[in-house]
């Protein structure tokens, strides 16, 4: 089974490219919704014990949370020590289920892909992108968002110019579903040619 990465910076369409990849039955592992899943189960416990406040009735509070970790480096580190090898659990039983289904391609949905080394556990990788006009606009119309809130996530993330130059496939959302949709069967189609090359 090939596995490809995929990722894009925030507002880019990663999550409607993730849902296209599902649509044409690939099996898609999402981390972020992984994440949701261990702050409202397994991660809750550890997280109060370290960050005292940032639960809410035995579930993580986001918000909460974000506000004690987000300027922290350190902080940053002793929440990843708790939370990592949980999504690792989960992942390593996500691809055992997709390999054990027989699916030839399966992709992992991770947004810091790169940020965290991600790319050298994956055959290939996909970025999501589109213009920075159209990726403000859909991130300044999300609840609760502001400029300031959006430049330091960008912050954090690999600039797009550098993620698309280290990419293998390049997929652009600024032109609606049927281009991505197309360019979902080119990838698909392509990778299987490809030779494994994750550590």
Do not use: C, W
């Amino acid at each position: 089974m090939l596995l490809l990465g995929l990722t894009g910076s925030i507002g880019m369409g990663k999550s409607t490219t993730a849902k296209l990849f599902q649509e044409a039955g690939v099996p898609v592992y999402d981390a972020d919704a992984t994440v949701h899943k261990v702050y409202e189960g397994e991660a809750a416990p550890a997280v109060e014990a370290a960050f005292p406040g940032s639960t809410v009735d035995g579930k993580v509070d986001r918000q909460k949370l974000s506000a004690m970790v987000v300027n922290n480096a350190d902080a940053m580190k002793q929440l990843e020590t708790i939370v990592h090898p949980m999504l690792r659990s989960h992942q390593l039983k996500f691809l055992s289920d997709a390999e054990t289904s027989g699916a030839p391609v399966a992709v992992l949905d991770v947004p810091l892909l790169y940020e965290t080394g991600g790319e050298n556990r994956v055959d290939a990788v996909v970025v999501v992108t589109t213009t920075p006009e159209i990726q403000r606009e859909r991130i300044l119309a999300r609840d609760n968002m502001t400029p300031e809130k959006l430049d330091a996530i960008l912050a954090r993330q690999l600039p797009d110019a550098e993620k698309r130059k280290r990419a293998d496939f390049v997929v652009d959302t600024s032109h609606g579903l049927d281009p991505v949709r197309q360019r979902i069967g080119e990838i698909l189609r392509e990778v299987v040619k490809m030779p494994r090359r994750r550590n």
